[in-house]
């Protein structure tokens, strides 16, 4: 209520009360003050009465809830649904305008505001998260891989003769399509074995970038975070041969907002060598819905390129849910959140290697992963090499989430490529395992319940292998006998996996 | 409730009062089934509460809300913040998966539910509004504009060696930008004057096709929904040339789903040549918020091709919308607001002829165009060239939101190509004029508060510029004093618009 | 936001779109300005934006809201769920102290304001409806039945010798409980036969209250709405008989504010007479949750006396049902209700005399009756003296709900005083009936349903009686036969309530 | 979803997602199977989604959400805004009939449902918390004083003659008020003061009984919860005396629950003499908005003469806000707060203990005790007899709540008796003092930002007492000055009280 009004309210309800209470009021005021001033996420999160008390104020500033507002054009916000209206607080038209995603809209101050506002907190986080001099960045509402294809849409006007991307390993299928979709050929560069470690091969890159000529080469396409036994790609020395190649880097750096490794490879590539634009992915980031991504960059020219590069308006669904998440948390509750998954990963590290040890396997040595481990599954191969692939099904139906499991040998053909390995991240890694990522927002919970049901699976198809295995010693002499007992082991695997009731192969895909 | 909770409560309240709840919940269930079965939009709509029962079922099958679930992936749906939990309808796992925008999600049978259900209703409606062969659609969280860009980048694939696409001019920024974000060449066609309507030169398009080599052309580019006095392009006749040349053919039908003329169009077009997809925006068509699209086609593998071409999970938010709206309005619901916005086209037709011949002016005949609207400004000009811009800032100042303003003369250069004549659709069209249009969701209320506001706008328009122009008639023969005047008007005109308080440029922007 | 946050936002947005976007905001300023300018119901009602922002406001000025508050006491408003929080717009500190149900809290000056405005704008609506003359009025958190307990229980106070209330018969339980709660012994005046209707016996009121003296009855407690064949009591007559014999009257006004008959009643009885205070529902006036009512009074001293009767605070739910609704709805918005009402009474009425006629039976003649109509069941229960219940049975089975029917005879004791013929106000109404009220909020949907489900049920059972009857008839000579044919008839009767599966009793109550 | 719903959807998506998904909403349904099974508070909270799920599920089975229902009734569950059906989850015919609070109502099996359940849920946790031979109780939705007031009105049926209701004082308005307001007499019993605690004076309560004679005694009204130095009541030997005596006992035990030692008292009290009903707050035990009360007791027969006696039905909101708290905490949950609660009292008390002998106070010795403190304010008052008035304003106005402040000699009438101490349960307790408690839902910042600020203002006074002090010492030897001098003073107070800006009388009664 404005000053007017809480002079009427203080003939109703006694004087100091009402000040009191409109003091009350001006501490909500302070806050959003502050955060219009700075444009940054504030140290301590807000209450939910501040952001709907915001987001309310936002709304009435955009012309579909103006009160005498009358609308002749084809497009103005109309909602048939209170039920839409209300789970937008009403705030209908978006963002950006035609030309430019990041461009205000006459129509909508309010949604205008939440807009700039966002890309200036998520920026603000960015930095806090040590990508200290990131430029500039913008929320697009679209997830990772189309905001990379965007990226490479963007390159492509500046490069216009160049076909080629070169592109470490990485088996994530949006991240090969991003480039596919894009119109261009990936340049797969394989990775070397470094111990446990998948890392970058470096040589390899600067060999492509020879063979190709850099002109004919659009951009170096790296990852930061990836499933284990693969590591973050080597930032420093792409960035590098990058700068010195003069060939544009664009850094996938989907989940590794929540890693400070992944951060501080991000801001030290760009430091001594060249990264042109990198791009997260809102929900794994920041616990928000599937389907944003932050596009940011070290030269606010080239952001701003790529924003003006989507045409057309774009949902404001994906900028709101951010902004809320990082009003409520604020800065401080989000490093609070990332400093918990960083001890849940040593948590989780700790579990995983003395049950692997407790079943004969091991937890790979990966220590530039920050965020994924991987635990050998070679024994319960051994035994059957269905297991594998059973383990995924069976701990799908125990209600264990987001454990990988990576038998050998698998192909598949993505835009024409054969990658051999698939998943694993190499044409022939060593041997089959087990993920699991300590990702923001996991609890020790998870970690505990997901260890208890593993080993219990764990324990349940070793069981099987033994009885197939003692089966196979009595008969290892006769081959034809042999070839009977497969058919009974088979038959034997099959009543489990319906029972279980699961495709196998679904499991084994992002 | 299962039937055994609703026994159970036959013993805490009486039998008979149980039975007809749980009766009273069989007749939501019936409607849910039906939807399930038929994948139509229900006749009639459903009311809040059994969406919201349905919703919360979907959101139940969602492995972020399973009780028992522990997840050790990077992306597990987890939601930092309830607010935005709850407005999602705790629905976070968004829709598709890496490989297809269309794919099933392991871990949300909700979201993938939701997802099927959405394009299958939808798909519905665009069957119902007139596109009868449709084969397949899908609902793609991005507008118009970067949804064409989608289905260019998967005709790349089709078509490696094509370069241009050939587009009859329309006057909007993110058509254009859809092709250069998609890096190929727009090949403008001016439009041909047919009276007041600005219609497709088909001789022309024949010309180009022969000049670039269909072999060398992506495809041809048209629109449907548009501002007068341009009119939807003639289909059925572009249609054929490209089916005759073997050239691809995709239409922006971005707000054409609410006119049965467009939609005509669109089925005529593919039913005597070749139409490849269409894309309309949910916005526009459906009431809902900004940001997302329907592709749709007559070959279900080229629609399933363009959702294959999108990498990455999307966002839910856009599905959800539409499909709570369209389970709200009902098909016949759906269809009563078409209806009532065709009524009050007549009306607002009307309307501005009535007002338009009260001030000189004329109501152009644009009779191709369902939709839009134009009325010439010639007599306002004349008084004073500024009079145009001028009422586009008084009309925005005073709550008309969407009546557009289109001067003379304007030039804008996009992507490297510069039009002449910006807006009109047209290098040199004949007068300046006003457009409004009449889309669904418009009320008879919104048409009179418009054309009463303009009525004044334009008086107080020509009282000035009776005064200028009986200043100008007693300076008429001296060059000298009709400078000053001039300076004089000018000082008038700022003042206005530093009191309107509007930079006079914006309104001229879709 | 106020003018700094404003003027912050215009470095961030276009100055002048946030000056549009804040001069929206004004116009909601101005709405709220006017409700606490003039404490009335806003003729045109508000949109859900300005009531929710409204609320929002109020909620920031409770102390529970501020944002470093610290709470030593043992009531802070704390709330555990915020589902419960957000269902209350956080407004969690009820109505009222200690002392008084009108008083304001210090520590809720947000409540207090929303408890002072509700009671300014229903006693505005009162106004409005026809108790032109009423003072002061306050909603309370208690049904009708429990706030005429309490203006008895202030009585007492005023005439501690008091035993007795005088009450003309109308057979609604909570009615008659509230004098027997209270501890006052009731004396029931029987209604007298006027055509159809049962209508106030003057007279009998009058010798009693001769017999008992005027000292000993602490008031006379009439009633308005009720349902048909009894109409509204004669207040002119009894305010006139109590302000000569110097006893106080309070009127049970349960659902007469939606009609304006009952409301002129009231006027009029004050105007001439004496009415110490008129109660009515909330829910049945206005279309909100079960469980307020408005104790209003011409007379502000003892309208306060009755609210400071009120031990303790209260439960702000009803008060805020209240208030949504009639700024939702307006003056105008809740004044087109009540006349559809009364437009839908007639149609109601119509339709009920052609179905009355086309099953041999007649709408009993009320006219004095607004709101409840009655159509007599004597040649249904001619066939079968069972059938009447059962009727009542079948409209429950088929969701009519509201339809009641009144066979003859019933017999209930209540607080030591046994009813003959309860339900129907009278020891022997001459037919059985069934009743059916046209209160506001019904739709024509409503009638037409309801009528046709009735017709059809009297079918069915007409049928069954043809079928008992021709049995009899053939019969009808032996005894013996004829008992053992009423036992296969109760058989079947038996089976066919069991089908039903209702208690058959359970519908007679209201 | 039911069974055939879920086989349609195994057909539209994967049948083992699908079947995981209804698996999943088994696991919600098996919550609710189990409240439905034992009517007890789960042990582990509900999620929000469950709860949800639940209310929804309940809310179809009422009536006014049945598809096909036709109400031709006068109250049929009719809203006529969305908001207020929304915040009331559909549910809208409140609880009870005409007839009792507790009875079923055909019209609402949902609604029905969730009274029984609530009430069977709080019987729960009366349990729980240590009253372990409760036989029943029920939730209503009237605060505490009311709701004694019912219990009283209840009585008189029983004891028709008795005109008395014995009371050992407690400086509470809504106590003293809920006699009153039933039409008794209440005799007070003063406090005697054992060291610093203010207890039962039991023999003058035998004294009294003998005195009024038994059969003119209604009952005796005793407390458990109160504010420091008074202590709950001996209730032990309160039960004893009333069973020998044969009188009845009705306990506030307005925020009781939190306290094991307060349910112990009742409980000991019960199993050793006579309690019959004992009435105890939702919101201050439950941290749910003000407006309800459980009434409670050892005789379900008498227990259901008091919910027979409310007269009419009655709003379903506390019982609604009670059940979600509950489901949304669990037992376990619920016990965790009333741990923390103990700890926190803890925390107080030395956190005031040593505040106090920092400023020459002290902390008054109440371990009986168990919510509420005391700290002196002699040296305070001793400066200037004003300050301990002031302090309360000056803690007002910092956003301290809660904490009060007795200052000695305020005499108050309420319904015709005068308390002279008002506020301190004592005619003359020996100095004034400063309150503060630990309730439910406090959290140790709550104690620390109090103790602070208390702090300051204590300081600050005391400068100002200083100031005042000198002044008197320098000029103590002539009245004349002095007199000027305080006048001074006098001015200086005022000021200080203008500008916090607080009437200095408010924050004295609860």
């Given at each position: 209520?404005?000053?007017?009004?809480?002079?009427?309210?203080?003939?109703?309800?006694?004087?100091?009360?009402?000040?009191?209470?409109?003091?009350a009021?001006?501490?909500?005021?302070?806050?959003?003050?502050?955060?219009?001033?700075?444009?940054?996420?504030?140290?301590?999160?807000?209450?939910?009465?501040?952001?709907?008390?915001?987001?309310?104020?936002?709304?009435?500033?955009?012309?579909?809830?103006?009160?005498?507002?009358?609308?002749?054009?084809?497009?103005?916000?109309?909602?048939?649904?209170?039920?839409?209206?209300?789970?937008?607080?009403?705030?209908?038209?978006?963002?950006?305008?035609?030309g430019?995603?990041?461009?205000?809209?006459?129509?909508?101050?309010?949604?205008?505001?939440l807009?700039?506002?966002?890309?200036?907190?998520?920026?603000?986080?960015?930095?806090?998260t040590?990508?200290?001099?990131?430029?500039?960045?913008?929320?697009?509402p679209?997830?990772?891989?189309?905001?990379?294809?965007?990226?490479?849409?963007?390159?492509?006007?500046?490069?216009p003769?160049?076909?080629?991307?070169i592109?470490?390993?990485?088996?994530?299928?949006?991240?090969?399509?991003?480039?596919?979709?894009?119109?261009?050929?990936?340049?797969?560069?394989?990775?070397?074995?470094?111990?446990?470690?998948?890392?970058?091969?470096?040589?390899?890159?600067?060999?492509?970038?020879?063979?190709?000529?850099?002109?004919?080469?659009?951009?170096?396409?790296?990852?930061?975070?990836?499933?284990?036994?693969r590591?973050?790609?080597?930032?420093?020395?792409?960035?590098?041969?990058?700068?010195?190649?003069?060939?544009p880097?664009?850094?996938?750096?989907?989940?590794?907002?929540?890693?400070?490794?992944?951060?501080?490879?991000?801001?030290?590539?760009?430091?001594?060598?060249?990264?042109?634009?990198?791009?997260?992915?809102?929900?794994k980031?920041?616990?928000?819905?599937?389907?944003?991504?932050?596009?940011?960059?070290?030269?606010?020219?080239?952001?701003?390129?790529?924003?003006?590069?989507?045409?057309?308006?774009?949902?404001?669904?994906?900028?709101?849910?951010?902004?809320?998440?990082?009003?409520?948390?604020?800065?401080?509750?989000?490093?609070?959140?990332?400093?918990?998954?960083?001890?849940?990963?040593?948590f989780?590290?700790?579990?995983?290697?003395?049950?692997?040890?407790?079943?004969?396997?091991r937890?790979?040595?990966?220590?530039?992963?920050?965020?994924?481990?991987?635990?050998?599954?070679?024994?319960?191969?051994?035994?059957?090499?269905?297991?594998?692939?059973?383990?995924?099904?069976?701990?799908?139906?125990?209600?264990?989430?987001?454990?990988?499991?990576?038998?050998?040998?698998?192909?598949?053909?993505?835009?024409?490529?054969?990658?051999?390995?698939?998943?694993?991240?190499?044409?022939?890694?060593?041997?089959?395992?087990?993920?699991?990522?300590?990702?923001?927002?996991?609890?020790?919970?998870?970690?505990?319940?997901?260890?208890?049901?593993?080993?219990?699976?764990?324990?349940?198809?070793?069981?099987?292998a033994?009885?197939?295995?003692?089966?196979?010693?009595?008969?290892?002499?006769?081959?034809?006998?042999?070839?009977?007992?497969?058919?009974?082991?088979?038959?034997?695997?099959?009543?489990?996996?319906?029972?279980?009731?699961?495709?196998?192969?679904?499991?084994?895909?992002?």
């Amino acid at each position: 209520m404005n000053s007017e009004n809480f002079l009427l309210s203080e003939k109703i309800v006694s004087p100091s009360y009402i000040r009191q209470g409109s003091q009350a009021r001006r501490s909500h005021e302070q806050l959003i003050r502050h955060l219009l001033e700075q444009g940054k996420c504030p140290e301590e999160g807000w209450s939910e009465s501040t952001i709907e008390l915001f987001l309310n104020e936002l709304a009435v500033m955009d012309s579909n809830n103006f009160l005498g507002n009358c609308g002749v054009g084809e497009r103005e916000g109309r909602v048939a649904s209170s039920l839409v209206a209300r789970r937008h607080y009403r705030l209908i038209h978006g963002i950006g305008r035609s030309g430019d995603i990041a461009a205000i809209q006459p129509k909508a101050a309010g949604s205008s505001l939440l807009n700039k506002l966002t890309n200036s907190v998520v920026l603000d986080i960015l930095r806090l998260t040590g990508v200290r001099s990131v430029a500039s960045c913008f929320v697009v509402p679209m997830a990772t891989g189309m905001s990379l294809t965007l990226c490479f849409l963007t390159l492509r006007h500046r490069r216009p003769n160049a076909r080629y991307i070169i592109w470490p390993r990485i088996d994530q299928k949006s991240c090969f399509k991003s480039m596919i979709t894009a119109g261009f050929e990936p340049v797969v560069v394989e990775n070397v074995l470094e111990g446990d470690e998948l890392r970058t091969d470096l040589e390899a890159v600067e060999r492509k970038i020879e063979e190709l000529g850099a002109e004919n080469i659009l951009c170096v396409h790296s990852t930061t975070s990836c499933f284990a036994p693969r590591v973050p790609d080597r930032l420093e020395e792409l960035s590098t041969m990058c700068a010195k190649n003069n060939i544009p880097h664009i850094v996938n750096n989907a989940y590794g907002v929540q890693s400070s490794k992944c951060m501080h490879l991000i801001q030290q590539g760009a430091r001594v060598g060249r990264i042109d634009a990198f791009v997260q992915s809102l929900d794994k980031n920041f616990m928000v819905p599937v389907g944003g991504a932050i596009i940011a960059g070290f030269d606010e020219v080239f952001v701003q390129e790529i924003s003006k590069m989507y045409p057309g308006r774009a949902s404001a669904s994906p900028s709101l849910d951010v902004l809320i998440t990082l009003l409520t948390l604020g800065a401080s509750g989000y490093k609070k959140c990332l400093s918990e998954r960083k001890d849940i990963y040593s948590f989780l590290s700790q579990e995983l290697k003395s049950l692997a040890s407790s079943h004969g396997e091991r937890l790979l040595h990966t220590p530039h992963n920050p965020i994924s481990l991987a635990m050998s599954l070679g024994g319960l191969q051994a035994g059957n090499d269905k297991a594998v692939t059973q383990l995924g099904s069976m701990l799908f139906t125990r209600q264990v989430s987001g454990a990988r499991v990576i038998p050998l040998g698998k192909e598949q053909t993505i835009g024409g490529h054969t990658f051999r390995g698939f998943m694993s991240h190499s044409d022939s890694y060593p041997c089959p395992y087990l993920n699991a990522a300590s990702a923001v927002g996991i609890t020790r919970e998870d970690v505990s319940a997901c260890i208890k049901r593993l080993d219990k699976c764990m324990r349940t198809l070793k069981k099987e292998a033994n009885i197939a295995g003692s089966l196979s010693l009595q008969n290892c002499d006769t081959n034809q006998i042999s070839g009977m007992q497969n058919v009974m082991i088979d038959m034997i695997y099959n009543i489990i996996l319906k029972a279980t009731d699961v495709d196998a192969t679904f499991f084994c895909f992002d």
